[in-house]
């Protein structure tokens, strides 16, 4: 079993990608489903949650507002720390889990703070997506209404491409258009079944 991690900084395509290799019958889990599930009502994780962060971080649903707890621990390094010390060891131990229980020959863990984490252990290779700022924060402000200056203090936060360049063993560049990405995804594809088979 070869295990992917997929990772790329917000709006290089991560999304996109993971679903072309989903057509192509590959399993796929993503960091942040996971950590979704895990702070679903009536977990232990949404219970602490609640306690440390006061009612005022549900949604009116009862849900953990989610895009409100990552705007608070944005903007406080040790609330981040906090909730990152909770998460992650729970994400990480799901992950595993679950990548060993797949039968396809390789699987794609998608990861996006995959460096930013230090969660490069639970993988065999590092796949980046990468593409220019300016077009992920256009792609981005379409994508989730959102005005360009909070899409560039999110890009600020993260690694920039040139850093994961640097540690991945593969990279899409995702610049053009959608059947540019999908040839790359099938690219890939193939190279991953090959290498899974040499294993
Ligand atoms: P991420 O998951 O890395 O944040 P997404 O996969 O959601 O990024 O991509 C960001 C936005 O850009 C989405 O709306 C997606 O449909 C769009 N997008 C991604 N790749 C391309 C592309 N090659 N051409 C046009 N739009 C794209």
């Not at 608070?72 to 990548?99: I, K």
């Not at 797949?102 to 863990?109: A, D, G, K, S």
């Not at 077009?135 to 402000?141: E, G, S």
Request: proline share 5%; glycine share 8%.
């Amino acid at each position: 079993m070869l295990r992917i991690g997929l990772t790329g900084g917000i709006g290089s395509g991560k999304s996109t990608v993971e679903a072309l290799f989903r057509e192509l019958g590959v399993p796929v889990l993503d960091a942040d489903q996971v950590a979704r599930e895990l702070v679903a009502p009536g977990s232990e994780l949404f219970d602490r949650i609640r306690e440390h962060f006061g009612e005022s971080i549900l949604a009116p649903d009862g849900e953990l507002d989610r895009a409100r707890l990552r705007r608070r621990v944005f903007a406080n390094p040790g609330e981040r720390r906090w909730l990152e010390a909770l998460l992650h060891p729970e994400v990480r131990a799901r992950m595993a889990a679950w990548a060993e229980a797949q039968l396809h020959p390789y699987v794609v863990l998608s990861i996006p703070l995959l460096f930013e984490s230090g969660m490069q252990d639970l993988v065999d290779r590092i796949l980046v997506v990468v593409c220019d700022p300016q077009t992920r924060i256009r792609r981005v402000c379409r994508r989730d209404g959102i005005p360009p200056e909070e899409v560039e203090a999110m890009l600020r936060s993260q690694w920039t491409d040139e850093k994961r360049r640097s540690l991945a063993d593969d990279v899409i560049e995702n610049q053009g258009d959608l059947e540019a990405l999908r040839r790359e995804v099938e690219r890939l594809h193939r190279r991953y079944l090959t290498l899974a088979g040499a294993r």
